[in-house]
């Protein structure tokens, strides 16, 4: 089970930081990601980790902006949000992946957190 939270609102070039806690189960070796869905829009990739050399990837509307990471022992994967923009606005979802490579399609993920709603306004 995935449990994402941290979501809320923020103004325009604010920063958030939300988390993916997982219970039930070991997702040590998972590959997780975040992705996002916008009102009328289709889920789109935001960001993924790997569990070995944690390397991260990134969709193209985040990068340098947006941070992926996990903590292993805590089972808990993050993703920092700097320079937020109004287009970020969306409901984040975790999920995992029971792979060792990277998938940026969400019907390449296994588990899926509830989501956590992010709005950026001023």
């Known amino acids: 089970q995935l449990q994402a939270s941290g979501g809320g609102s923020v103004q325009p070039g604010g920063s958030l930081r939300l988390s993916c806690a997982a219970s039930?189960?070991?997702?040590?070796?998972?590959?997780m990601g975040w992705f996002r869905q916008a009102s009328g829009k289709e889920r789109e990739f935001v960001a993924a980790i790997n569990w070995g050399v944690l390397t991260t990837y990134y969709g193209d509307s985040v990068k340098g902006r947006f941070t992926i990471s996990r903590d292993n022992a805590k089972n808990t994967v993050y993703l920092q949000m700097n320079s937020l923009k109004p287009e970020d606005t969306a409901v984040y979802y975790c999920a995992a992946r029971r792979a060792s490579s990277v998938s940026t399609t969400w019907s390449g993920y296994d588990y899926w957190g509830q989501g956590t709603q992010v709005t950026v306004s001023s």
């Open positions: 039930g189960g070991t997702f040590r070796s998972y590959v």
